[in-house]
């Protein structure tokens, strides 16, 4: 599902006398459908940034990045846009919302641009948001007053509420307690088990030993930091 | 698919001093790209030659008429891009001061368009001023208040309701959240975003607000000195930019 | 200088002002722009409608002076006059035997022939400039027939007062084309704008001429569902009896006494005479 065939990247600062950064080199990797990788390696050493260019959020140098039948690497941006609203999900550590709208709506809006009927789509926000504890009367609140517990847990029912064949989730289960945590875990149990391929990055050894089929080390993908 | 805007090589000058040039791209159906850079930048300029409010110097500006596909709208009969600017296009000003009839009542400026287009059932004018009044939030009670009377968030709701009022197609806005206090924003930023998805509205929009292109523009284009210096998805091009220009213009942002 | 060129204007004006009333009944509804000359009068008066009228008459013309409907109100003496003196042409008070009539806020209710012309004064040509003040813009809008203002401004009376209260210079369509102010008359003689003669409409103040010629399709705006109604006062006159015509209001004391008499003093007189 996921093809990720040998990518690199640099970051070029121009205000900073056009200091070139290379991050990453000769990446790749496989993730089948129903499979769920994990990436691992010291901090600084690129997990994120991966996970960034195949979401096409960081452009890639050289390389091809395969989703489905989309090279995110050489796409257009209304093509990664399509992707990304059928194909490939995306879990941040981040909330970012316009202020003021409802939490169901924040949820159940990966639905609604995908055609679902708004009825349909509250109703499955609904059911995500009392799945993982966020008290009903906040349902109604934007979630940019929340705490950050809750803002991640926001953040998760997004993520899952459209059943995306791709999933990439960035530290899912950090800032939770264990009763969320062990929903979470369990929805990306689920996920796999409908064929997701997912990617995600996890601090959380124990949450890494029961999801993930196999772990690739970033760090050999890293100029300068390969051992 | 086909584009619903294509534009080419456009450009132009003011005298000898560049307004804007050698601006292409394609915008497709439901896509909505955000124009930024700074004051002077050219943006506005291309912006009001892309509506018909300028004409460029040279290119063209294609748009995907319902009759008869791409036509070069820089050539077409004014006419017939009169035509255009008040059923498929929408053009939604800084000011709503400049895109609405401050003397007539926002029923009124809201039924206008429909009257340009020989609407003549004063009940059905009505019960679509009173239906599009209602999707931007102002309730029925204030339709025969004029614009005056209202705020400028209202005032702003209340243009964006008299421009979409004979469902177009493509909707240029020019820095549609400015001068308006911040709360007011993000009501105006989730209507629009709304407006956008329920309607498969494509928009083009002006700013140099970072933070609402990001909340509402699927692609980014960056100017400088009448030129695109970079273009791409809206987040790529905000959290990986590539020209220095994006960069410092990224980092320029005050955080909050 | 002891007499004055016939009907005041010296030729060239005259000349001048036929070509745009040519041209104004070319394109019937089309304000022609024209060189307006200072008349010696007030603007206000009605000097455009008096250069119109000195730009068609000739000496054996027979001319009638309308005022409101009446013949023997200010305005309507001293242009009558001006003409007497500076034309020597015959003048009456009767709407059949005139081949020249100049009007200010009124179609006589005598049905007009072909050998006829009215001149109307017109204070504002422009039917949209109270909701455009742009020249540059009301002539394109007139140009590319982008007339959804107009119906704005009647959309905006029904919304204040639950009808189209716009009472006189109704606005109107001719011939499917052009959209005219046909000057301040009230809306109740719109229906007879559709006529045998010649109309010629003139603004002295802002230089605009435009004109109808005979039998022109003149329709007055409206809306599907608040259809165009040419309205009076629901009473007979009180001299003449006609339950058709339009009517003034008077005041005749101090105790709330008032009477409805026809506006048109002609066709009222005739009628009071015929009867006697």
Known sequence: MISVENVSKSFTLHNQGSTEIPVMAGASLRVAAGECVALVGASGAGKSTLMRMIYGNYLTAAGRIMVGDVDVASAVPR????????TLGYVSQFLRVVPRVPTIDVVAEPLLVTGTAPEDARAKAADLLARLNIPERLWGLSPTTFSGGEQQRVNIARGFAFPYPALLLDEPTASLDPVNRATVLAMVQEAKARGAAIIGIFHDHAAREELCDRQVDVTRFTPGLAA | MTPLLQVENLAKYYGARIGCADVSFDLYPGEVMGIVGESGSGKSTLLNCLAGH?????????FATRAEGLRDTVTMSEPERRMLGRTDWAFVHQHARDGLRMNVSAGGNVGERLMAVNARHYGDIRAQA???????????????????????GMQQRLQIARNLVTGPRLVFMDEPTGGLDVSVQARLLDLLRGLVRDMGLSAIIVTHDLAVVRLLADRLMVMKDGHVVET?????VLDDPQHGYTQLLVSSVLQV | MTEYNFAYLDEQTKRMIRRAILKGLAIPGYQVPFASREMPMPYGWGTGGVQVSAAVLTPDDTLKVIDQGADDTTNAVSIRRFFQRTAGVAV??????ASVIQTRHRIPEQALREDQIIVYQVPIPEPLRFLEPSEVETRKMHALEDYGLMHVKLYEDISQHGAIATAYAYPV??????????????????????????????????????????????????????????????HAC???GSTTSYLDELITDDAGGRMFICSDTDY?????????
């Open chain 2, 232 to 236: 791409g998805l809206t987040d790529q």
């Open chain 3, 92 to 97: 009456t008070e009767k709407t059949t035997q």
């Open chain 3, 173 to 234: 369509k001719v011939e499917g084309r052009y959209v005219m102010d046909p000057s301040p008359i009230p809306k109740f003689d719109n229906p007879k704008l559709d006529m045998a003669a010649i109309q010629l409409f003139g603004a002295g103040r802002e230089q605009r001429i435009y004109a109808l010629p005979p039998y022109t399709k003149v329709v007055s705006l409206d809306f599907d569902d608040y259809p165009f109604q040419p309205t009076k006062a629901e």
């Open chain 3, 238 to 240: 009180a001299l003449c």
């Open chain 1, 79 to 86: 093509d990664i846009i399509a992707l990304r609203r059928r």
């Open chain 2, 130 to 152: 009173i239906d599009w009044l209602g999707r931007v939030e102002i309730t029925e009670d204030r339709i025969d208040d004029r614009p005056t009377a209202f705020s400028g």
């Open chain 3, 268 to 276: 009222c007189a005739t009628r009071v005479e015929e009867a006697a």
């Open chain 2, 54 to 62: 300028l004409k460029p110097d040279h290119g063209a500006v294609r």
